[in-house]
Nanobody, 124 residues
Framework: QVQLVESGGGLVQAGGSLRLSCAASGRSFNTYRVGWFRQAPGKEREFVGS????????YYVDSVKGRFTISRDNAKNTVYLQMNSLKPEDTAVYYC?????????????????WGQGTQVTVSS
């Protein structure tokens, strides 16, 4: 069992930066892949990116490549989402999620554990 808590959301102007954190509790977090997702009002939850258990492999959706960076500190049981050059279309509730296993996946249904989400609002 893994519990996830996101933090770091807020209001930022376009072009600004935020760093989201996903703090995990539970055993063996360093064996889990962690994904970041977001959900804007009236839209489906969408994949943003993910990082493997060791932190040496990451994937990103095209719309955030070059602007967002995922990293993890397994000693602290924490995964980070650094967001730079933010745009109004990045406004959403951001969720972290975890799944056991090595397989890369961007599908919401394949992640077993979810945080409660943190709001990110980018003003123009």
């Amino acid at each position: 069992q893994v519990q996830l808590v996101e933090s770091g959301g807020g209001l930022v102007q376009a072009g600004g930066s935020l760093r989201l954190s996903c703090a995990a509790s539970g055993r063996s977090f360093n064996t889990y892949r962690v994904g970041w997702f977001r959900q804007a009002p009236g839209k489906e939850r969408e994949f943003v990116g993910s990082i493997n258990y060791s932190g040496d492999s990451t994937y990103y959706v095209d719309s955030v490549k070059g602007r967002f960076t995922i990293s993890r500190d397994n000693a602290k049981n924490t995964v980070y989402l650094q967001m730079n050059s933010l745009k109004p279309e990045d406004t959403a509730v951001y969720y972290c999620a975890a799944r056991a296993g090595l397989l890369y996946t961007s599908r919401v249904a394949t992640y077993d554990y979810w945080g409660q989400g943190t709001q990110v609002t980018v003003s123009s």
